[in-house]
C-alpha cells in the first residue's frame, strides 16, 4: 500500500489475506507467496465525491459466504462481493454519521447479521438490507438495531466465544471493557463493567479461542 494499512483479515481457510490502506486500495493477496491476486481502487465504486474522498477504516470477511464487509470514517458500511470485490450494498450511518471502529460477524443471530461499534453505540444489521435505518425512538421500524448510548467510545469487541456467542465485550475509550449479553437484551445496553486501566484506551481485545473464557 502506498500509506499506512488501516486494516487486514484473512478469509475462511487461511489461503487470502485482505487489506485495506490509505490509499483507498483494497488488496486480495496469496498468504503464502504475498502475490496480489486482485485489487480494487474503493473510490472507483461510489458516484458522489464526498463517498470517493471516504476514508476506510475496517475490514471483516464472512467465513460462510462471498462478501467483504468495509467500515468507513463517515458511518458507513459497504458490502463486496470476495470473489470479484464488486459493491452489492451499502448499509448507511450505522452510528448518526460517526465512524466505524470494529466490525464482526453475529452469525449466532444470523449468517448475515453482523455488529458494528462506532462513537458510543454498538448496532447489528443484515447486510442485505436495502435502506435500512437506525431504530430510534422516533424512528422504530429501523433494521438496524442501535444500542443506548454508552457515553464513553466503544473501540473494539469480540465475543468472548464466538461459536456460543452469548458473552460480547467491547473495549472503551476510557479505560473500561463491558460486558454485553445479547440473549438478555438483545444488545440494548452493558450488562456490567470490568475496569482494566484507568488512563488508558483499550484499543484491541481478541477471545484466547482456549475454551477457557478468557480474552
Known amino acids: 500500500h502506498k500509506g499506512s494499512v488501516r486494516a487486514i483479515c484473512f478469509d475462511a481457510k487461511g489461503n487470502n489475506i485482505l487489506s485495506i490502506g490509505t490509499d483507498n486500495i483494497l488488496k486480495k493477496a496469496?498468504?503464502?507467496t504475498g502475490k496480489v491476486i486482485k485489487k480494487v481502487n474503493l473510490s472507483s465504486l461510489f458516484e458522489s465525491e464526498k463517498k470517493k474522498n471516504d476514508q476506510f477504516t475496517k475490514l471483516c470477511i464472512s467465513q460462510t459466504h462471498p462478501f467483504i464487509l468495509i467500515g468507513d470514517?463517515?458511518?458507513?458500511?459497504?458490502?463486496?462481493?470476495?470473489?470479484?470485490?464488486?459493491?452489492?450494498?451499502?448499509?448507511?450511518?450505522i452510528h448518526f454519521g460517526d465512524s466505524i471502529n470494529d466490525i464482526f460477524h453475529f452469525d449466532k443471530k444470523s449468517v448475515y447479521k453482523f455488529i458494528s461499534l462506532g462513537q458510543t453505540t454498538l448496532a447489528y444489521f443484515d447486510v442485505?438490507?436495502?435502506?435500512?435505518k437506525p431504530n430510534t425512538p422516533e424512528n422504530q421500524d429501523g433494521k438496524i438495531m442501535v444500542s443506548d448510548?454508552?457515553?464513553?467510545?466503544?473501540?473494539c469487541g469480540c465475543f468472548v466465544?464466538?461459536?456460543e456467542a452469548d458473552t460480547l465485550l467491547c473495549g472503551m475509550g476510557e479505560g473500561i471493557v463491558t460486558v454485553w449479553?445479547?440473549?438478555?437484551?438483545d444488545l440494548v445496553d452493558q450488562m456490567s463493567r470490568i475496569k482494566i486501566s484507568k488512563d488508558e484506551s483499550i484499543d484491541c481485545i481478541v477471545p484466547t479461542l482456549q475454551d477457557d473464557?478468557?480474552?
Open 30 to 32: 496469496d498468504t503464502m
Open 73 to 93: 470514517e463517515s458511518g458507513d458500511v459497504h458490502v463486496l462481493n470476495s470473489n470479484n470485490l464488486t459493491l452489492t450494498n451499502t448499509v448507511h450511518s
Open 128 to 132: 442485505r438490507d436495502k435502506d435500512a
Open 149 to 155: 448510548d454508552q457515553e464513553d467510545e466503544v473501540l
Open 161 to 163: 466465544d464466538p461459536e
Open 181 to 185: 449479553k445479547p440473549n438478555k437484551n
Open 213 to 215: 473464557n478468557c480474552v
